[in-house]
């Protein structure tokens, strides 16, 4: 075996490691150890996927002693190793821009804490990534779900206490879910690896015996992580834990935490069930509605916002709501196109709660809108990211955000019955988007006659302004470069079934 | 043939008294020692009423329900919902089970090959007698490893919320401490000894009988809490603080951590692994199966005491 395939494994235990590690260490060395490790894992995952590139077809790495059905193993193809590596930059970028507000919103004896926490939250989201075991998954939900928890409700002020305990009790039912389908999967099948469920499913299927308790467990999954991601109605816990957590806490929620979910689904959807299987039962169908009322009423409720952070998660119901529909259509293309925005969406969305930091700390600290007013001329950096932020979510082309808008499109026109209604909700929702965003992007340069707070210079956020024009031009190099990527997409799905 | 006693020469016996003691007739302690009896708890009427209407008080506070009409009716649309929903899933899962596989049946799925290798196989691949130990700790410890640091990481949550801040006085929690309790104190005395020995055997047999670290640091936890609650923090603090709880879970995790890390780089290289399996049934035997249990043991053992101490005063 070559070497390179021990990769994944490492980058999981060793971020599994480095939390062991954070919670003996002071905070300023924590600190320096979880960016060398969400670079080094970075790295690993950049090699792992130039490596699958060359040899183009995926692997399986025994965790043990035991080959697959009774022993543990983990599964890397191009897929899984690219999103790796993009969790590890969105990552690092979200803890660099968060960095210095992390003073003012934790406690100082908490911060090693807060360190352990992300290791935490890094290893499992990798194993999300790379399980080829559903019991895996589930126990790497839950460390994922907790660590989450402790993320929110580190910065302890009222609200964030309220938003935990919200996420807490949703997330939990959804793990209840999660667990509830599992449990009667594996009743049916008696495997809980996914290749072998897999197999066991088509043959039930095909001789058409348990088919209730089978799509009762489909369901039971599928409505289960959908809570996780919150898809529209299950998205109340979203404002607030969005909205009031740390920045970094609130970036790498709106961008790993509900897309690692959400990639777990799409693992379930091709290693599980079976692509084809899945798409002949209903749920898909109420997976689209869903998504398309999501897109709509995510984006009403970002309009009525006062709050620019608020408004910010708001609108992350709606960019959930696109990647649903995309399951909804059911068709390979409209699956590359969920997975576009998956990457698009998690660019955009942490660009968008890093920039707005630093627009409302050159206005007093305050996150309402009125007093944003000429914010984008008091810090211009942050500024100009929020408006490159809003510009790759309402579509606009060279930005990612248009790319992911043009894939559904033409994922819709090829599915028939559902191509009037993707369309007319798309469009609906790119206006929508327009609305609040661009309402929110003129107020920032709208001059102020004598404002009474006072702007920052280059001089005094370097580090800060160099994370933003990162994260733009990640953003730039996802809606121009796209064609590539697209095709690893594609490829990376076809090498799940 | 007994000797009749009179009965004022049999009340005046040990036997009369002792008797009379079990029947319940008599409390040895009445009369010598000052006993009062305990009050009633009486609920003011005032507070029965006001707990009454906290929840309309809360609606109107946060929600302003009376200028809000709408929203009232969304709340008890929202609670009939809600149970309807619940009433739905219960009545959901119960048609499900019912077209489930049989239970009992030998044709069940879940009877594959899969759990008869760990059965047929589970003592000579492991060295385990327990299979159950040999399963989460050699055939999916990965798992197991995952799941080991759930407690961890929900360790870490706790002492977010419960800890005190740098700047936070000490409220002083320690008054409400229970203050020499001396029946509690002897019988601690008696059965901590017992119960952390218990505990210990149960995580050095996890590999030969029922048992391991989840279940024998829990038994050990539970031991460090009945001692906490008996003689106070001042004495537990003597070999149990916070340094203690962080480099105990430091070098267990770690310890597995790296443990594992070399069992499964060696089994996915398909290399050999200088971990001797030993004779199954010996005390050492079953490889890395016993000292990894007494790994978890500690973890969960300082976790269950760091719960209750972070409860009882933000710290330890």
């Known amino acids: 075996m070559n070497f390179v395939c021990n990769f994944p494994f490492f980058s999981i235990l060793l971020s599994l490691f480095s939390g062991t590690i954070c919670s003996v260490l002071p905070a300023k060395a924590a600190k320096i150890v979880n960016r060398v490790v969400i670079v080094v894992v970075g790295l690993l995952s950049a090699t792992l996927l130039l490596y699958l590139i060359s040899v183009g077809e995926p692997f399986i790495y025994w965790m043990g002693h035991f080959p697959a059905p009774w022993g543990n193993e983990i599964r890397a193809g191009i897929l899984e190793a690219g999103m790796a590596l993009f969790f590890c930059i969105i990552m690092y970028l979200s803890m660099a821009g968060g960095a210095h507000k992390l003073f003012d919103e934790v406690d100082e004896s908490k911060h090693n804490l807060y360190y352990i926490l992300v290791n935490l939250l890094l290893s499992s989201l990798l194993a999300l990534v790379y399980t080829n075991d559903m019991f895996t998954a589930y126990v790497f939900v839950e460390i994922n779900t907790i660590s989450a928890c402790g993320l929110i409700m580190i910065r302890q002020v009222g609200r964030t206490i309220e938003a935990a305990v919200r996420y807490m009790i949703m997330s939990l039912l959804g793990s209840g879910l999660l667990l509830f389908g599992l449990c009667i999967m594996y009743d049916l099948t008696g495997h809980l690896l996914m290749s072998n469920i897999k197999e066991s499913v088509a043959l039930l299927v095909a001789s058409g015996e348990y088919q209730i308790p089978l799509i009762v467990s489909v369901a039971l999954m599928c409505v289960g992580l959908c809570i996780k991601s919150a898809l529209f109605p299950f998205h109340a816990w979203l404002p607030d834990a969005y909205g009031y957590s740390t920045v970094s806490s609130a970036a790498i929620l709106s961008s790993l935490v509900s897309k690692g979910y959400i990639f777990l689904l799409i693992k379930i959807i091709y290693r599980v069930i079976g692509f084809n299987i899945f798409n002949n039962t209903r749920i898909i169908d109420v997976l689209f509605v869903f998504g398309l009322m999501g897109m709509i009423f995510g984006s009403t409720s970002a309009i009525r916002e006062n709050d620019v952070r608020r408004m910010i998660a708001f609108s992350s119901v709606a960019q959930i709501g696109y990647i649903y529909m995309g399951f909804g259509m059911g068709t390979q293309a409209g699956m590359v196109a969920s997975v576009y925005h998956i990457l698009s969406h998690a660019a955009t969305k942490s660009l968008l709660f890093i920039a707005a930091i630093g627009l409302t700390e050159v206005s007093g600290g305050s996150r309402k809108l009125v007093d944003l007013t000429g914010s984008g001329y008091r810090n211009k950096w942050a500024g100009v990211a929020f408006t490159a932020g809003s510009l790759s979510m309402v579509g606009i082309p060279l930005f990612s955000g248009f790319i992911s808008k043009l894939l559904f499109a033409q994922a819709a026109v090829q599915v028939e019955g559902k191509m009037l209604a993707s369309l007319i909700v798309l469009g609906i929702s790119t206006i929508l988007n327009a609305i609040y965003f661009m309402k929110t992007v003129i107020r920032l340069y709208t001059a102020t006659g004598n404002s009474p707070y006072r702007g920052i210079t280059f001089g005094k956020m370097k580090r800060y302004a160099i994370t933003l024009i990162f994260f733009i031009l990640l953003n730039i190099l996802l809606g121009v470069s796209s064609q590539p990527i697209v095709d690893l997409i594609e490829q990376g799905l076809a090498m799940f079934s | ?316």
């Not at chain 2, 609670?79 to 019912?98: G, K, R």
């Not at chain 2, 196989?121 to 130990?133: C, D, H, P, S």
């Open chain 2, 1 to 316: 043939m007994s000797k009749k006693k009179a009965p004022e020469a049999y009340q005046k016996t040990f036997a009369f008294h002792f008797f009379r003691w079990i029947r319940g007739e008599k409390d040895p302690y009445l009369g010598e020692i000052e006993m009062q009896p305990q009050e009633e708890y009486h609920l003011s009427e005032e507070s029965i009423l006001r707990h009454e209407k906290e929840h309309d008080a809360i609606l109107d506070k946060v929600y302003d329900t009376k200028h809000n009409k709408g929203l009232r009716l969304f709340h008890s649309l929202y609670e009939i919902t809600s149970v309807l929903f619940c009433l739905f899933l219960i009545a959901l899962l119960l048609v499900t089970v019912s077209y489930l596989p049989a239970v009992g049946t030998v044709t069940r799925p879940v009877n594959n090959e899969v759990s008869a290798r760990y059965i047929e196989n589970g003592l000579e691949e492991t060295g385990a007698v327990n299979i159950v130990a040999g399963m989460i700790l050699d055939y999916r410890a990965f798992d197991t490893l995952g799941e080991s640091h759930v407690l961890f990481v929900a360790t870490i949550t706790v002492l977010i919320l419960l800890r005190l801040n740098k700047g936070q006085e000490d409220k002083n929690d320690r008054i409400f401490e229970p203050k020499n309790d001396a029946i509690l104190q002897l019988v601690a005395t008696f059965l901590v000894p017992i119960i952390m020995i218990f505990g210990i055997y149960i995580i050095l047999n996890g590999h030969l009988g029922p048992g391991g670290g989840f279940s024998g640091g829990a038994v050990i936890g539970a031991g460090l809490v009945l001692y906490l609650n008996a003689f106070g923090f001042a004495k537990t603090e003597r070999f149990f603080t916070e340094k203690t709880y962080k480099w105990v879970c430091f070098f267990s995790l770690s310890f597995y951590c790296l443990a594992k890390s070399y069992s499964f780089y060696t089994g996915a290289n398909q290399l050999h692994s200088v971990i001797p399996k030993g004779t199954p049934g010996a005390i050492l035997s079953s490889g890395l199966i016993l000292p990894l249990n007494i790994a978890v043991g500690l973890v969960v053992a300082c976790t269950i005491y760091a719960f209750y101490a972070m409860f009882r005063k933000g710290g330890f």
